[in-house]
């Protein structure tokens, strides 16, 4: 059988994975089994952006599949077009997950925009690999590690990263950028991560908030509405109503069946105007999932929110 040159950097990327996960099949990151804080590092905008909360507010999430060498895939190269991809489109809010390295990184150092990202001492395996723009200054920001993961997640330090947006005239906006457990047989580790996940939101929010990010469920899967059911205010799910994972549409994704698993949720008075899919190039995939854009209106009047610490079991 003769390969063309992507068929033959898919069988290494999965022949990589595989190793990966045989390496760290034994490994484990937390022994006490307790979520724990995890250092953030937030780098202010070189130049400010005007802009007006009460107008619609562009979100965007997209993981980004930024493994480091040999796992990873043309990513410096894909990086450089996301980046590109959000100057052109100036969303207010973007929350990206595996830019695992500083190669990945790089590239999102954007005029105008606001960055909090993972500060792990050993890099890749100390890593959320969780990065949040804003337009917005970020007031405050704090980062979750979960306490279990599986298979391949426990090389990383997968969780959920938090930021704190100051939208002027007194109010804010919360922000949490989440990866949870990959992998369709791992429901009940996903279900004890967005426990944790949960307690996180209500302990450090109690005004309009924004969860995004890569969940690897479905809306219906018991994992997806146990953390319906758990965060302490209604949701709105903004939804394009098309896989975000899909091998039919995408030469990066895995062959697996397409899969909406990429979601952008709004609580706390926020309004949902409109959502859509992004990145469906079949010629020049932006990453090996397609991400999701929704516009969202924050009411005039909004509560101010106060920090508070994680909060324990």
Known sequence: ??????????????????????????????PDGRPALAAVQVVPAATA???????????????????????????ERRCDAIAERIARERPAVVALQEVWTDAARTPFALDGYHRAFGDGPLGFFTEHGLLTLSRFPIVRAAALRFS????????????????????????????????????????????AQVRELARFVAGNSSGPFVLLGDFNCEAGDPEFELMRRLLDRPTIRCSAGLPTYDCRHNPLAAPEPPTEIDHILIAGGLTLRGAHRFGADLLNPLSDHFGISAEVCVPNRVQTTHYLPLRGR
């Open 1 to 30: 059988m003769i390969l063309d040159a992507g068929s033959r950097s898919r069988r290494l990327l999965r022949t990589a994975q595989l190793a990966a996960v045989l390496l760290c099949g034994s490994m484990s990151f937390d």
């Open 49 to 75: 952006a005007a802009m007006d909360a009460p107008a619609p507010l562009m979100l965007q999430s997209l993981n980004v599949f930024g493994l480091p060498w040999p796992l990873g895939d043309d990513v």
């Open 148 to 191: 279990c993961a599986a298979d391949a997640d426990r090389c990383v330090h997968k969780g959920l990263l938090h930021t704190r947006l100051d939208l002027g005239e007194g109010r804010q906006l919360d922000v949490f950028n989440v990866h949870l457990q990959s992998g369709a047989d791992n429901g009940a580790v996903r279900v």
